[in-house]
C-alpha cells in the first residue's frame, strides 16, 4: 500500500464490490483479500436515523424511526472475517461521511491473513447513541431486505466457506424487524 493510504476492513455491505464502488463513485482495481479480525463479532444494533425508507402497510406508508444496520463489538471468542480494500485520503473521507453513525476504528494489530504495510487499517464502529436494543417492532427499528439483498451479493462474491464463516462470527438477523423496503 502507498504512503498514505489506508486499508479499510470490511464486514457488512462493503463485503459487495458493487456497494464499495458505489461510495467510491468509480470501479475498484486495488486488493479485495478476505481476512479476519480476532477478538471482534457482527451484531444488529446499531440504528440510523430514517427519514427515506419506508413500508407499505394495509394502513399506508410506515416509516421506521431507525434503520438497522451491522455493528462490530469487542469478542474476545470470536473470530470475524471480511475484506480489506485500500482507500486515499479522499476516499476515506467520503466513507466517513457513509459512515456517519460509526466512528472510525484502528484495527491494524487485530487482522489475520493479510499484511497491510504503509499506513494503518480501520473498521467502523457503531457510535454509543445510535446503539438500539430490545426492539420489537419495524415501526421503531428496521432491517431493509435491500441490506440483506446487498449482503446476500457479497457472500456469493466469496462463496460457501466465507459465508458459513461469517454465520458463525455475527448475530443472527432480527427476522421479526425485516422489511420490504422502498425508497421515498
Same mark, same amino acid.
Given at each position: ?9 470490511? #464486514?457488512?455491505? $462493503? ?6 464502488? *458505489? ?29 427515506? #425508507?419506508?413500508?407499505? %402497510? ?6 421506521? *424511526? ?7 463489538? *469487542?469478542?474476545?471468542?470470536?473470530? $470475524? ?8 485520503? %479522499? ?10 453513525? #460509526? ?18 487499517? #480501520? ?22 431486505? %435491500?441490506? $440483506? ?34 425508497? *421515498?
Amino acid at each position: 500500500m502507498e504512503a498514505g493510504k489506508s486499508a479499510l476492513f470490511g #464486514y457488512g455491505s $462493503l463485503l459487495s464490490i458493487r456497494s464499495l464502488e *458505489r461510495t467510491l463513485g468509480r470501479k475498484y482495481e486495488g486488493p479485495y483479500p478476505t481476512c479476519r479480525l480476532r477478538g471482534w463479532r457482527r451484531t444488529w444494533d446499531i440504528g440510523m436515523p430514517n427519514q427515506d #425508507y419506508y413500508m407499505e %402497510t394495509a394502513n399506508g406508508r410506515i416509516f421506521p *424511526r431507525s434503520i438497522l444496520y451491522l455493528n462490530i463489538r *469487542r469478542d474476545p471468542a470470536t473470530v $470475524l472475517n471480511g475484506v480489506v480494500f485500500v482507500v486515499d485520503p %479522499t476516499d476515506l473521507k467520503n466513507y466517513d461521511e457513509r459512515e456517519s453513525v #460509526y466512528d472510525r476504528v484502528e484495527i491494524s494489530s487485530d487482522l489475520e491473513g493479510v499484511r497491510v504495510e504503509g499506513g494503518p487499517a #480501520y473498521a467502523y464502529v457503531g457510535q454509543e447513541e445510535y446503539r438500539v436494543a430490545g426492539v420489537e417492532q419495524p415501526d421503531s427499528a428496521a432491517v431493509r431486505a %435491500t441490506y $440483506l439483498q446487498i449482503l446476500e451479493d457479497g457472500f456469493a462474491d466469496h462463496g460457501s466457506a466465507f459465508r458459513a464463516a461469517y454465520e458463525a462470527s455475527s448475530d443472527p438477523v432480527p427476522r421479526h424487524l425485516v422489511i420490504e423496503d422502498r425508497l *421515498r
